[in-house]
């Protein structure tokens, strides 16, 4: 029983890490490594079925589902560490140390009795031990499953759901949006900048360069301008880029002086 | 291996994410540590499988999988639900239904 000793202290650790983790990013990453770890404690404990279930289903589905939110909420809506009721950060952290110490000692005080082990429940194949109890004694618990995932389904989709309050704009509304823009802005009517051009990287948060070496400020995607977020070219850059685009003997400083 | 070790880190697990529930004020955070207490949970019922020497407690802990897998599609929905009308995530926040 190596892999518990090694698993344990890992998963305490993470859990732990859930509790104190300010961003919800990271305890979303520590609540998949507890769960990855649980998978391995059922193997262990011949559970493979639930071994499988647990990766397929809890690190890969719900967890995915999660992170999911989290990106549609925004990575950046971290916890606020003000406490709304007083005291209540503490109280909750003994009450949590007083059930833990409770079930540790009682768990402690009982005996679970010699293990019988799986091997001969087991002895079909663990994946056919549990179709025959779940099509036998549990058919009844099964068959309601269905109907819960069915409800849990249609609810998610109500709730999800929101009605359409303006009409959805075609093609041919945004292409007419644009020409209109054009006649009465002068907005360039083609597609944006692509970014990184003439600049040294092609990351989507370097901008690219104009050709006197300031930066297209429409190259890069407004979230980085207003993270501020956004990788300027160095001034190397800038002057190789004038040196090989621009008039070849002109710096900057030079251009200056001409005006 | 006797079971009880198993079953002290089940109850470890289930208090830690007890106490993150009371804790946390971030919903999504908050449904994090009810996912982790449905885990331990299930490490409880597997541990009982294995040492009665039966399945039951594997079906068991295979329900609670599905329930688990039900009831996040449904809170996510929530929360996002609560996050589109109050640009929030924080449990604090939804206190509307108090007044």
């Known amino acids: 029983m190596v892999a518990f000793w090694i698993l344990s202290p890992i998963m305490v650790a993470a859990a732990l890490g859930l ?16 769960m990855i770890c649980l998978s391995v404690l059922y193997l262990v404990q011949n559970a493979p079925f639930l071994f499988v279930v647990q990766i397929i289903v809890y690190t890969g589905a719900i967890l995915m589902l999660f992170l999911f939110v989290l990106m549609l909420v925004g990575v950046d809506a971290s916890d606020s560490v003000v406490e709304t009721i007083r005291g209540q950060r503490l109280m909750a952290t003994v009450a949590g140390l007083a059930l833990g110490l409770l079930l540790v000692l009682g ?3 009982v005996s679970l009795g010699a293990v019988t082990g799986l091997s001969q429940a087991n002895a079909d194949g663990n ?4 179709a025959q109890l779940l099509f036998s004694r549990y058919v009844f618990a099964f068959e309601a499953t269905s109907a819960l995932l069915i409800t849990a389904a249609i609810g998610a989709m109500v709730l999800a759901h929101r009605e359409r ?13 644009r020409m209109r823009a054009y006649a009465e802005h002068g907005t360039h009517p083609g597609p944006l900048p692509s970014p990184g051009v003439y600049a040294r990287h092609n990351a989507v948060d370097t901008p690219a360069l104009l050709p006197d070496g300031s930066p297209a400020e429409t ?10 977020t956004i990788r300027p070219a160095s001034a190397s850059d800038v002057r190789m880029l004038t040196a090989s685009v621009g008039d070849a003997a002109t710096t900057d400083q030079e251009r200056q002086g001409e005006r | 291996m006797s079971g009880t070790p198993f079953v002290v880190l089940s109850a470890i697990l289930f208090t830690i994410g007890c106490v993150g529930v009371l804790t946390r004020r971030n919903a999504i955070v908050v449904f994090m540590c009810i996912e982790l207490m ?14 009665d020497g039966n399945l039951d407690g ?6 609670v999988m599905v ?3 039900a009831e996040v599609v449904v809170g996510l929905a929530i929360i996002m639900t609560i996050f589109r009308t109050r640009r929030s995530a924080s449990v604090d926040e939804a206190s509307l239904l108090k007044y």
């Open chain 1, 19 to 34: 509790l104190f983790a300010r961003k919800a990013v990271h305890a979303a990453l520590l609540l998949a490594v507890v």
């Open chain 1, 127 to 130: 994946v056919q031990g549990l």
């Open chain 2, 38 to 51: 449905l885990n331990a949970s299930n490490l409880a019922l597997v541990t009982f499988a294995r040492v």
């Open chain 2, 58 to 63: 594997q079906v068991a802990a295979f329900f």
């Open chain 1, 165 to 177: 309050l303006t009409p959805k704009l075609t093609q041919a509304d945004r292409a007419a949006q």
């Open chain 2, 67 to 69: 329930v688990a897998a």
């Open chain 1, 107 to 109: 768990i402690g005080q």
């Open chain 1, 219 to 228: 190259s890069v995607s407004r979230m980085f301008t207003v993270r501020g």
